[in-house]
């Protein structure tokens, strides 16, 4: 896959979040990568990999 995400992306991950949405927005990137439900505002750390292995979809940059 190819990895074109940012600082503010908008992503759809493959497993839905409990409160019923699988899109996420891109607060930090780095080693880890922060990202924030778009819809109850959690927020939760990733390591790079296993975010890349969860990530379905770059919806929006």
């Known amino acids: 896959m190819n990895n074109e995400y ?6 759809i991950m493959k497993k839905e ?6 899109l996420w927005e891109i607060t930090r990137l780095g ?10 505002g959690r927020t939760i750390m990733l390591p790079r990999l ?3 292995k969860k990530l379905k ?4 940059e």
């Not at 979040?17 to 699988?22: D, E, I, K, L, R």
């Not at 080693?31 to 109850?40: A, E, G, R, S």
């Not at 979809?57 to 929006?60: L, P, Q």
């Open 57 to 60: 979809k770059i919806v929006e």
């Open 31 to 40: 080693v880890d990568i922060k990202i924030k439900c778009l819809n109850c």
């Open 6 to 11: 940012k600082l503010g992306s908008k992503v």
């Open 50 to 52: 296993e975010f890349n």
């Open 17 to 22: 979040h409990p409160c019923g949405t699988n």
